[in-house]
């Protein structure tokens, strides 16, 4: 009977564990362009391996694409129109994420 219920504590909680990633939630960066400095704003959701959310410009909201997690790392494509951007991202710290793309390297900080 221990056994037993030392197995379904130790499972529900890897359970809890695995379901908590710290990549979930708001964050915030901003970004240089030739027109000014402009402030993003992301919102991410972990479930396993894929990432969901969406990111918010002065222009509006739009919806992250093929998003991927591994561990800290994870990757998600985003759409202008008719061209695509693919961003890689680190969780570096529980209140910092790096992300990279062609256009250069930006940091993002968890929002309370």
């Known amino acids: 009977m221990m056994k037993k ?42 479930e396993g391996d894929k990432l969901t ?24 494509t985003m759409s202008f129109g008719e061209m695509t951007m693919e961003n890689n991202g680190e969780l570096v710290s529980d209140n910092e994420i790096v992300i990279k793309t062609q256009r250069g390297e930006m940091k993002l900080t968890r929002v309370e």
């Open 53 to 76: 959310g969406t990111w918010t410009t002065p222009r509006g909201e739009n919806a992250l694409e093929n998003g991927k997690v591994d561990g800290n790392k994870f990757s998600y």
């Open 5 to 46: 219920i030392f197995i379904l504590l130790f499972f529900l909680g890897s359970m809890a564990t695995f379901a908590q990633s710290k990549i979930t939630g708001k964050w915030k960066g901003s970004r240089e362009t030739p027109n000014g400095t402009f402030e993003l704003n992301y919102t991410f959701k972990v």
